[in-house]
Each structure stands twice: as C-alpha cells, then as structure tokens.
C-alpha cells in the first residue's frame, strides 16, 4: 500500500498545483476589461464598424418605412407619431455611432467593483498545501488507505472550483458578445415596435455584468475558505 498511497498522494498534489496555475492566470484576466476577449476573438474588433453600418442603416430604413406607414393611416395602418419618431431615430443614432464609447463608461463602472473584489488583500496561499493538511485530518480521522480518501475530496473540491472558474468564463464571453454587438442594440431602440429588444439587452447586459462581480466575490470566498482552512485545520 505504500506505492499506492505515494502515487495517489502525488496525484492530489498535482491537482491543487494545477488549481493554483488557474487561480493565478484565470481570475485576473476574467474582469470588465475585454482586451483578453479581443486577444482571443480580434474578428470582434474588426466586425464592429460593421454592425455600427448596420444598426445606423437599419434605423434610418426603420424611420422611411414608419413614415411611409403614415399614408395608409387612413387604411388601417399602425404607424408611430412622426416627431417622435424622427426624434428617436436622430437619437439612437448618435447611440449606435458613439456605442463604444457609452460600453466603455459601462465597463468601467461595473470594473471598479470587480476590482475592489479581485484586489482585496486576501492571506497567500498554496492550493497544494490543501491535500498535505487534508491528509493529516482525514489520517486522524478515519482509517485504511487514507491518500485515496484525500485524493476524493480534493478532486471534488477542485472540480467544484474549475466549474466556478468556468461559469466565471463563460460570463465573461458572453459580456463580450453583449458589448461588441451594441450598435444593433441601440438600433432597435429607434422604434416602438422594437423597443422592447432594447430593454431586454441592457438587462441581459447589466445581469451579466452583476453575475461577473459575483463570480469573482464567490470565488475570493473559496480562496479565503480555503486560506482559512489551511491555517487552522483542527479548528473545524
């Protein structure tokens, strides 16, 4: 058993060793800056003033079909009031024209959160030495091949913590189609009939925008658990 017990021992360190590589390359490049988006998705960047001739085309095609739908008033027709109408349109396309501006102030009001919570001055520590410590509990606690019962529970503890960092990811990207996809959001600002698109993007923006500070503070709390845990193991 002492093979066994040095291979899977070796084995738990290697992955908290692996959680510590994520941990110190993931959580800071996952943040309210897109450069790390642009870094991997540069077709973002440069399709942008594509959808800005887009969103500006579609809303200026919007306002001549909502103003041609005032002569068949008479017939039936729906049509939106033609002061507001053209007030909207002027609006919304100085909104699409300067919407990387106006994603910009966005981003960097929900950035300053992100980083208070990224920065907070949290005690070192090793994820390595998680399996070490589990190792001298579970060795007090239970009996028989005490490595495998370690090498469990670090497993489910790191594969737990990579689904947080996943989730952490994946919002991430996701912020990152919301925000180089706005022309055509402000677009259908223009019009009452599709205004309702709009409010539905910028609450899908903000809730993903407060999902991603909450990932980050989920996982500072488990780096700190984990912190806390290895300082005073018995304390449990």
Known sequence: ???LDSIVGWIAEQVMNILDLITG???GALGCDMSVFIRYFPAAETMYEIFVAIAIG????????????NYGAGIGLSAEDPGKLLLRSVLF???AYYSDQIVALILTIAGTPYSWIVDASLPPIEFASFASVLTVIVGALASGSVSLIVLILTIIVAWNYIKLLFEAAERYIMVGVLIYTAPMAFATGASESTSNIFSAWGRMLGGQLFLLVMNAWCLRLFVSMVGGFI??????
Do not use: C, D, H, T
Not at 231 to 236: G, I, R
């Open 1 to 3: 058993m002492g093979i």
């Open 25 to 27: 390359s993931v959580l």
């Open 58 to 69: 579609f809303i200026l095609l919007n306002l001549v079909w909502q103003l041609f739908k």
């Open 93 to 95: 396309i100085l909104l």
């Open 231 to 236: 300082a005073n193991p018995l304390s449990l």
